[in-house]
C-alpha cells in the first residue's frame, strides 16, 4: 500500500511539472487540458499522506488557471456588454497576479500575461462603457427627433458631445463621429425635426383611427349576430311583424 501511494505522489509531481512546462510556454488551454488528470492524480492519494506541499503545489496551479480563465471569461463580458461584474473580475484578476508573485516558482511569463490583459481590459471596459452610454443617448435623441422635440433634442446633444469627448481621450471615438455629425445636422436643421414630429403624430394619429374602426367593426358585427339571432326567436314564436321590422333594421 506504501509503495502504491508513493507511485502516486510522483505521478501527482510528474503532472505538476508538465504542466508547468505547459504554463511557461504560455499553452494555457493545454494545461488546463490537462488539469483533470492532475486533479486525479492528487485524489488518488491517500489523506493521510497528503502532505501541506502537494496541497501548495495544487493550491498553485489552481491559481494559473484561474487567472487565464478569468481574463477568457472578462473578454467575453465586455464584448457582450455585461458590465455589472467588470469592476469585481479586475479587482479579482488583479489579486491573483498578486498572489501570483508571491509564490515558488513564480510563473514569470502568466504574470506578464496577467498584467498586460488586466490593462488592456481595463481600458477596454472603460472604452466600451462610454461607447454604450453614448450610444444609448444617441437612441434618446433620435427618439425626440422622430417626435419633432427640437427643445429635448438640443438639450441632449450637448450631453451627447460631452459623451463624445470621454470616449475621445482615449482615442477610440471614430467609430461615433459619424452618429455625431448626424444629429449636429439635424439639430441645425429644425424643420426637419419639425417635419419628423408632423409625421410622426399623424402615423399615430391613423393607428388610433384604424383601432377605433377595428374595435367599431367588431361591435357592428356582435349587433348584427345578436339581432340575427333574435329574429330567428320571433319567428320559432310566430311574432313575424317584429321578425320583419328587426330584420329591415339589419
Request: net charge positive; proline share 2%.
Given at each position: 500500500?506504501?509503495?502504491?501511494?508513493?507511485?502516486?505522489?510522483?505521478?501527482?509531481?510528474?503532472?505538476?511539472?508538465?504542466?508547468?512546462?505547459?504554463?511557461?510556454?504560455?499553452?494555457?488551454?493545454?494545461?488546463?487540458?490537462?488539469?483533470?488528470?492532475?486533479?486525479?492524480?492528487?485524489?488518488?492519494?491517500?489523506?493521510?499522506?497528503?502532505?501541506?506541499?502537494?496541497?501548495?503545489?495544487?493550491?498553485?496551479?489552481?491559481?494559473?488557471?484561474?487567472?487565464?480563465?478569468?481574463?477568457?471569461?472578462?473578454?467575453?463580458?465586455?464584448?457582450?456588454?455585461?458590465?455589472?461584474?467588470?469592476?469585481?473580475?479586475?479587482?479579482?484578476?488583479?489579486?491573483?497576479?498578486?498572489?501570483?508573485?508571491?509564490?515558488?516558482?513564480?510563473?514569470?511569463?502568466?504574470?506578464?500575461?496577467?498584467?498586460?490583459?488586466?490593462?488592456?481590459?481595463?481600458?477596454?471596459?472603460?472604452?466600451?462603457?462610454?461607447?454604450?452610454?453614448?450610444?444609448?443617448?444617441?437612441?434618446?435623441?433620435?427618439?425626440?427627433?422622430?417626435?419633432?422635440?427640437?427643445?429635448?433634442?438640443?438639450?441632449?446633444?450637448?450631453?451627447?458631445?460631452?459623451?463624445?469627448?470621454d470616449v475621445e481621450k482615449y482615442?477610440?471615438?471614430?467609430?461615433?463621429?459619424?452618429?455625431?455629425?448626424?444629429?449636429?445636422?439635424?439639430?441645425?436643421?429644425?424643420?426637419?425635426?419639425?417635419?419628423?414630429?408632423?409625421?410622426?403624430?399623424?402615423?399615430?394619429?391613423?393607428?388610433?383611427?384604424?383601432?377605433?374602426?377595428?374595435?367599431?367593426?367588431?361591435?357592428?358585427?356582435?349587433?348584427?349576430?345578436?339581432?340575427?339571432?333574435?329574429?330567428?326567436?320571433?319567428?320559432?314564436?310566430?311574432?313575424?311583424?317584429?321578425?320583419?321590422?328587426?330584420?329591415?333594421?339589419?
Amino acid at each position: 500500500m506504501f509503495l502504491k501511494a508513493r507511485d502516486r505522489i510522483k505521478k501527482f509531481y510528474s503532472l505538476i511539472a508538465e504542466t508547468d512546462v505547459l504554463v511557461k510556454n504560455e499553452r494555457y488551454e493545454d494545461a488546463i487540458g490537462l488539469y483533470n488528470e492532475v486533479n486525479k492524480a492528487y485524489e488518488s492519494i491517500p489523506i493521510s499522506m497528503r502532505t501541506e506541499a502537494l496541497s501548495q503545489n495544487l493550491d498553485r496551479l489552481n491559481r494559473e488557471l484561474i487567472l487565464y480563465l478569468k481574463i477568457k471569461e472578462i473578454h467575453t463580458l465586455i464584448s457582450n456588454k455585461n458590465f455589472s461584474r467588470i469592476d469585481e473580475m479586475l479587482e479579482y484578476i488583479k489579486m491573483l497576479i498578486f498572489k501570483l508573485k508571491e509564490q515558488t516558482p513564480k510563473p514569470i511569463s502568466l504574470i506578464k500575461f496577467g498584467e498586460d490583459k488586466y490593462r488592456y481590459y481595463g481600458e477596454m471596459y472603460k472604452v466600451e462603457r462610454e461607447k454604450d452610454l453614448f450610444n444609448k443617448k444617441y437612441e434618446r435623441i433620435k427618439e425626440a427627433i422622430i417626435k419633432g422635440d427640437i427643445k429635448r433634442a438640443t438639450l441632449l446633444f450637448e450631453d451627447l458631445k460631452l459623451k463624445f469627448k470621454d470616449v475621445e481621450k482615449y482615442g477610440k471615438a471614430l467609430d461615433l463621429y459619424g452618429k455625431l455629425e448626424q444629429i449636429r445636422n439635424k439639430i441645425e436643421n429644425p424643420e426637419t425635426i419639425k417635419h419628423k414630429g408632423v409625421e410622426y403624430y399623424n402615423n399615430k394619429k391613423e393607428h388610433v383611427k384604424e383601432k377605433i374602426i377595428e374595435k367599431k367593426e367588431v361591435v357592428n358585427e356582435k349587433t348584427v349576430d345578436e339581432e340575427l339571432s333574435e329574429i330567428h326567436k320571433l319567428l320559432k314564436e310566430n311574432d313575424v311583424s317584429n321578425a320583419k321590422r328587426l330584420f329591415k333594421r339589419l
